[in-house]
């Protein structure tokens, strides 16, 4: 089955996540000027099959040449009650802004039906992952030229987040949990009228494309994901709506749609 997660649902989405924000305003699409402490935290309502199932919290801080980000992911309603503590994470990642985009240095995560914690190294030339309890690292699991050069799911929120220039333009290599790697292969889809609990307005629209690479414990298939963006008034992308497969049965087709979202 599919692992891609409101992480990367994002998944995707340890340690505090951010906090539910207040009602957001539209803001104009031109960027200001960019200043040296930046940040946009969000709130998500995860549903699936016409059921609301969980929330999605996300919150990223920009500052001078770094960032620190952190994210929870928690069910509720009728899928928190049958799958319990199984599917609830915490997130986090840091690391560098760089000319060239944002350099991971650490990621965790912890959760799960083990509460199994997840921590890996992006310091050296290919990321080294260490979990407790242990875990598979996929068949066939990712090579070390495979994960060099990669970034965590939470950073590639961040990434997203910060895109210098159209976030719909690139192509974003991702070690998801320290083992699954794969490509979100970003390309314009145009833009979109939005109207909903945190932002009305024009809102910038991507076609994502999923393409699997190696580590995932399970097959897996190449896939289409929507992602909605809005500019926000000091510079950065808020991701609006996220559409995705999961591997909650109970879910399918997981939609993660912002009901709050503040930058500052």
Known sequence: ???????????????????????????????????ASRSLNVAYVISGKGLEAGEFLYGVKFEGGAYEATARRRMTGLVGALVGDA??????????????????????????????????????????????PVMSMGDPPATAA????????????????????????????????????????????????VNTRAYRGQAIRCSVAFRPIAGFPDPQEPATLTFLFARTANGLYAPLRIEMPTDIEQIGVAVLEAKSFTAS
Do not use: W
């Open 87 to 132: 599917q609830n994470y915490s997130y986090a990642a840091r690391g560098k802004v760089t000319p060239r985009g944002l350099d991971p240095d650490a990621y965790r995560h912890q959760g799960g039906k083990r509460n199994r914690l997840v921590e890996v190294d992006f310091t050296s030339a290919a990321p080294v992952t260490t979990a407790t």
């Open 146 to 193: 495979q994960r060099a050069g990669t970034i965590d799911q939470v950073t590639a929120i961040a990434s997203l987040i910060a895109a210098d220039g159209d976030p719909c333009n690139r192509t974003v290599p991702v070690l998801m949990d320290g083992r699954s790697r794969f490509d979100f292969v970003f390309t314009p889809a145009g833009r979109v009228a």
């Open 1 to 35: 089955m599919k692992r891609i997660l409101a992480a990367a649902a994002l998944a995707t989405l340890a340690g505090a996540a951010a906090a539910p924000a207040p009602l957001a305003q539209p803001v104009a699409q031109t960027a200001a000027q960019t200043p």
